[in-house]
């Protein structure tokens, strides 16, 4: 019944601007913690960002500070990721994840997953 699903993913060329949706259903998002994380093939995925239960205090992590913007709309159900300044680096597949009570932190542990949306940086 719980189901995340992502979109918005593309190509884009490098200092481009891109934004992420993940839609929620089966579960109310305001009470989870939401991660995005990104994969590229044969690496383990990564952390990119996290925003809290609630109040929704927001964290990135080092490669994308200054550039990702985490946000909830609890109306809608949706977490988005307005991504700017991409870079050839920030090419992989995106993921949307949940949590219930956990906290965000570079280890954070996530239960639910989306399939993922592609994102592309290129020239």
């Known amino acids: 019944q719980v189901q995340l699903v992502e979109s918005g993913g593309g190509l884009v060329q490098p200092g481009g601007s891109l934004t992420l949706s993940c839609v929620a259903s089966?579960?109310?998002?305001?009470?989870?913690?939401i991660g995005w994380l990104r994969q590229t093939p044969g690496k383990e995925r990564e952390g990119v960002s996290c925003?809290?239960?609630?109040?929704?205090?927001?964290y990135y992590f080092d490669s994308v500070k200054g550039r990702f913007t985490i946000s909830r709309d609890n109306a809608k159900n949706t977490v988005y990721l307005q991504m700017s300044n991409l870079k050839p680096e920030d090419t992989a597949v995106y993921y949307c994840?949940?949590?219930?009570?956990?906290?965000?932190?570079?280890?954070?542990?996530?239960?639910?997953w989306g399939q993922g949306t592609q994102v592309t940086v290129s020239s």
């Open positions: 994840a949940t949590v219930r009570f956990g906290r965000c932190s570079r280890t954070t542990t996530y239960n639910h």
């Open positions: 089966g579960l109310t998002l305001d009470d989870y913690v």
């Open positions: 925003i809290s239960r609630y109040v929704g205090s927001t």
